[in-house]
């Protein structure tokens, strides 16, 4: 069965400090690996990564992937009170026929405290 | 940008009844999902689209669950006889095969 584990299940931090969030996964058909941010309402797209060791930025969040060790890991520096959030780390998984599905973690809340 | 929207935002519905959950997927994409988020929990993929066919589904899509695309936009998904449990969130994403983009959810009531 396919499996993606996200932790920290929570986190509370203030204003400027660092997080680091954590991804593994056991997966067949493996395609890629998103991060997605939720604040109300639907998951809004991060980043896709499908290589291992090449680190994609924008702004103050970065993320890498690593496939041997099947993890990835999501940075966020600097942060501010509308980084508050829970994040989804959600594995592409290809399948038979066309098309492919992604199966997500539980998800970890970020709170950002001023 | 374009984006996926979905109708209504909210919908309450009695034990039993059919319900119709509305997608517009964006308009050069070519895969579609429907996902459900209960309350607390895990995103759940529920069934991929393409080619006018159901190309895979879960195990929470059983007979109860129908989709469709009655035309060249609208991508919907058909409860038949709605249980307490199928209270969640229901998101509609698609893609032309890269990143999902998702709607902004139908929260489904059921009573």
């Known amino acids: 069965e396919d499996k993606v584990v996200q932790s920290p299940l929570s986190l509370v931090v203030h204003e400027g400090d660092t997080v680091t969030l954590n991804c593994s996964y056991e997966?067949?058909?493996?395609?890629?690996l998103l991060w997605y941010k939720q604040e109300k309402k639907a998951p809004t797209f991060l980043f896709m990564l499908?290589?291992?060791?090449i680190e994609k930025k924008s702004g103050r969040l970065s993320s890498i992937l690593d496939k041997k060790e099947l993890f990835s890991i999501l940075n966020i520096t600097a942060t501010q009170t509308g980084d508050s959030a829970i994040y989804l780390c959600?594995?592409?998984?290809?399948?038979?026929?066309?098309?492919?599905?992604?199966?997500f973690g539980g998800g970890t809340r970020v709170l950002v405290k001023p | 940008e374009p984006e996926v929207t979905q109708t209504p935002s909210h919908q309450v519905t009695q034990m039993g009844q059919e319900v119709i959950l509305r997608c517009v997927p964006i308009?050069?994409?070519?895969?579609f999902y429907w996902y459900r988020q209960i309350l607390g929990q895990k995103v759940e993929f529920l069934v991929s689209?393409?080619?006018?066919?159901?190309?895979?589904k879960s195990e929470i899509f059983d007979d109860q669950f129908s989709v469709e695309r009655p035309d060249g936009s609208n991508f919907t998904l058909k409860i038949r006889s709605t249980k307490l449990e199928d209270s969640a969130m229901y998101f509609c994403?698609?893609?032309?095969?890269?990143?999902?983009?998702f709607g902004p959810g139908t929260r489904l009531t059921v009573t």
């Open positions: 689209f393409y080619n006018n066919e159901i190309s895979e």
């Open positions: 994403a698609s893609t032309v095969g890269d990143e999902q983009y």
């Open positions: 997966v067949t058909n493996f395609r890629s």
């Open positions: 308009s050069n994409h070519l895969y």
């Open positions: 959600a594995v592409d998984i290809e399948i038979k026929a066309a098309g492919n599905k992604l199966t």
């Open positions: 499908t290589s291992s060791g």
